[in-house]
């Protein structure tokens, strides 16, 4: 009598198929969550420190009693004061530690608006002037990264603050 072996057909059944489909996307999905939350945790980052330095920037003003500026530039920002000729020139970074920052690689300047002027993303350099009287303008600085957006702002009380973009300006 002849015993007929069952063979099993080459290949991947449809369940191992859907369970290899299944892997690879929740793999996928948490590098894509982690990947987020880094660039969450990148833009919060920058807004903090863009926040301190303009903080830093207003006191060094008032306590040098010298006009100095933040230029937003492509990709990060620098401080400038001005010379004897009243003409801006950079902060040497000897003199000031904080006198220019690069933003880190996918952060960006998406949006600045200084006392009525407004700047988009790609505009030419704009400066945030403090003088030594202890003036702040009005001005909102929008940083993104991916679909995360952190705004730095001056309050209604002269204090300047960064927040997620949602929450609402205090």
Not at 40 to 65: F, K, M, N, P, S
Request: net charge negative.
């Amino acid at each position: 009598m002849l015993v007929e072996k069952h063979r099993r057909p080459n290949g991947l059944s449809l369940i191992e198929l859907l369970v290899v489909v299944l892997i690879v996307s929740v793999i996928i999905g948490t590098a894509t969550l982690g990947l987020g939350r880094r660039e969450a945790e990148q833009v919060r980052a920058e807004a903090d420190r863009l926040a301190a330095v303009l903080r830093a920037t207003h006191e060094e003003a008032i306590v040098r009693g010298r006009i100095l500026a933040v230029h937003l530039q492509e990709g990060g920002y620098q401080l400038y004061q001005l010379d004897e000729r009243q003409r801006f020139v950079p902060v040497a970074l000897e003199e000031i530690a904080f006198a220019r920052h690069r933003l880190p690689p996918g952060v960006r300047v998406q949006h600045y608006q200084v006392e009525g002027a407004r700047h988009e993303e790609g505009d030419a350099e704009v400066g945030l002037v403090f003088d030594p009287s202890g003036a702040i303008p009005a001005f909102t600085i929008v940083l993104a990264a991916g679909e995360t957006r952190y705004r730095v702002w001056r309050t209604e009380y002269g204090k300047i603050r960064a927040a997620d973009d949602r929450e609402p300006p205090s």
